[in-house]
């Protein structure tokens, strides 16, 4: 599907076919470009909104089909709400709307002409008018994902016919350059859905790390791996434990965009995202039952987000230093798997006594976390993994959990979740918590025993943050991927979730 922004004066959906998409506020109040095509309709819109339920609410679509002497083919009036209610993830979401209802209707192009009345001092949307544009752009384009790569019957069931949308504004230049951003992060979420929706047969570790550096090295970003013989010689012992009862080899990649600062000083410090890269957990021999194993190719959504965002950041061209670590394994049962009571050595040198290989995020993490530290000294650290089956208890699919050693990180992630749509909800850590992981032979153990699973997890991972080091862990099990469609802007499967969270926190805090 192509998008394009236009000026006013390029419109001529108006004499040409396709649908002309207008809108109205709260009350049926109609805009600008909805009183242009109510008169050139001869009062078409007018007379359906007398015989419908069309309020002017935001999300509410009226459709008027095969509009009398005019060339569009249908007319689709846009409920936008109150104008103060209007923000940019609303409008993302009506781009999405729009999109959903024109596939519906079988269209192949598209005119969209909406225009909100600015802020004034009796109140009015805050967004401004190419903003607006952008981000009904950005919802469409999100609305556009689909994964049927794998499909090869009934393929006209799946093509959509909507073709070219076009989006009017005044503001063209300040749309163009608003929409160039959000469409590389766009492409970075599609890119993040692509590698959490294909199957573990196909995205192994290593050709999860050859694509991400097929992907990032044409943007610009210096990407390397390490594979196991390199990670052995450096003492990776967490992560290889886990990968090694799998035929497939496990990976580390190490994926850095320099648009910061240059030098030692301390500005130059980037900020570094880490990411749990299990491309199938089967539990290991601490096996899963069938139910549970079923969506387990997804289990390197952390890894996907990363890979994402740094893919998004180096399209943007944001002026920041980013470095992206993920640990690539697959969770598998062999002969040379690693057991229940297994000793593994992290390559921080602590010791873990291994209770259940399920549990094994956090092994790979751990020593992520260690050499992502010792080679970067990042100004903050996040981490992102589908850590628990508890943080889905706790959170359902709406929130992901949040766990951090500092206030302001997680406050900045707070206000870039509910900017974005992605949220996060702090859950505690507490020395309490870490008693809970205490080894009677270890240094610690890999599991709490009790309830709290999602905090003893957290806790596990903190054991491997340097004193001093801000550092936030995402628990995103609940929100990767999901069954259906719940959302306009998210499609069924995976989600891409964090990508739009840490642009947004990195544009708002980290770039010069
Ligand atoms: N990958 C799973 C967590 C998970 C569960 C993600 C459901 C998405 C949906 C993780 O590796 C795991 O198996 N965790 C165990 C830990 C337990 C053994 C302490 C869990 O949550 O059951
Ligand atoms: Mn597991
Ligand atoms: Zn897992």
Known sequence: MQISLVAPSNVTAKQGGGAWV??????????????????????????ALKVSRFTGKQGQILE?????????????????????????????????????RLYAGGESQAT????????????????????????????????????????????????????????????????????AGLAAIADGIFLARDLVNEPPNVLYPAEF????????????VK?????????KKQGFGALLGVGQGSARESQLVIMQWNGG?????????????????????????????????????????????VVGTIASLAARKAKVNAVGVIGLVENMPDGGAFRPDDVLTSLSGQTIEVLNTDAEGRL???????????????KALIDLATLTGAIVQTLGHEHAGIFSNDDQLVQRLQAAGRHTGERVW?????PAYDKMIRSKIADMKNIGGGNSGAITAAQFLQRFIEKGMAWAHLDIAGVAWQDGEHKPTIPSWGTGWGVRLLNRLVKEHYEA
């Open 223 to 231: 990407v390397q791996i390490l594979g196991e013989a390199e990670m």
């Open 261 to 305: 600062p240059k030098g030692n000083k301390k500005s130059a410090r980037p900020i570094a995202l880490v990411g749990k890269g299990v491309c199938f957990d089967s539990g290991g021999l601490s096996i899963k039952v069938g139910a549970g194993m079923q969506g387990m190719k997804g289990d390197m959504a952390g890894a996907a987000c």
């Open 426 to 430: 702090q859950l505690p850590l507490d």
């Open 112 to 179: 969209i002409e909406i225009d909100v009345p600015p802020a004034s001092k009796k109140g009015g949307s805050k967004v401004k008018k190419a903003e607006l544009a952008a981000h009904l752009a950005f919802g469409a384009k999100l609305k556009s994902y689909a994964f049927n790569k794998y499909r090869t019957r009934n393929l006209e069931e799946y093509e959509k016919k909507l073709k070219t949308v076009r989006i009017v504004t005044s503001d063209l230049a300040a749309a163009k350059k608003a929409h």
């Open 22 to 47: 207008v809108g109205a506020m709260e009350g049926g109040h109609l805009l600008p470009g909805a009183i242009l095509a109510d008169k050139a309709s001869g009062g078409a819109l007018t007379r």
């Open 209 to 220: 790390a050859r694509r991400a550096k097929a992907q990032l090295s044409r943007l610009g």
């Open 364 to 378: 790979v993490l751990a020593d992520a976390l260690t050499y992502t530290q010792r080679r970067f000294q990042p």
């Open 64 to 100: 008027v089909l095969a509009p009398a002497g005019l060339k569009p083919s249908r007319l689709l009036l846009v409920g936008l709400g109150k104008a103060d209610g209007v923000d940019e993830k609303g409008l993302e979401t009506l781009g999405a709307q729009i999109v959903g």
